[in-house]
């Protein structure tokens, strides 16, 4: 992968929300990339496939995205590490299972429970306790950038005008 060549970089695992256009609510997903560095970033999201969810790995370019409205920083990792982070977060997001006979399973709901595995296995350290506050503050920053996209006070037209919200416990 290109971002475990950039040595003493750090790449970052962030949550994601991508508004959805004329549905409420907000897609979900768990974004793990080197800093800023197009068409490099490994992606791990739930994907609609009309009513079953499911989890997928695929590269994507996260400036070209026109929905993607918010990154919360859940924590930095060393890229000269990527390997041994890519197990331990992959381990962690594997041992949520997708029950599609869950009444409200949902990208959201999914990944909330993959937060609170990834700070109980001490992967991430957050400044909220758990992942039911982290939903909270992400729903409040991301309903204040949507209301100043309709307002036109703020146009994302370039990755970094994507907001970029650090929700880490410790900043390094």
């Given at each position: 992968m290109v971002s475990s060549m950039f040595g003493g970089e750090k790449?970052?695992?962030h949550l994601t929300l991508n508004h959805r256009y004329d549905q409420p609510g907000y897609h979900w997903a768990l974004v793990l990339s080197p800093k800023d560095r197009p068409n490099t970033e490994q992606e791990t999201a739930l994907i609609?496939?009309?009513d079953r969810w499911h989890l997928t790995n695929q590269a994507s370019a996260r400036g070209d995205s026109l929905s993607l409205i918010a990154r919360f920083t859940l924590g930095k990792f060393k890229a000269s590490d990527h390997e041994a982070n890519m197990?331990?977060?992959s381990a962690a997001v594997a041992?949520?299972?997708i029950d599609h006979s869950v009444p409200d399973l949902s990208c959201r709901t999914w990944l909330l429970r993959v937060i609170d595995t990834l700070?109980?296995?001490q992967i991430v350290a957050l400044?909220?306790?758990n992942a039911k506050e982290s939903e909270s503050r992400a729903i409040h920053?991301?309903?204040e950038v949507m209301e100043q996209i309709m307002t036109q006070r703020m146009n994302?037209?370039?990755k970094s005008t994507i907001p970029m919200i650090d929700m880490r416990a410790k900043l390094d």
């Open positions: 790449e970052r695992l609609p496939d009309s197990q331990r977060i041992s949520i299972r700070i109980a296995e400044s909220v306790p920053e991301a309903g994302i037209t370039k």
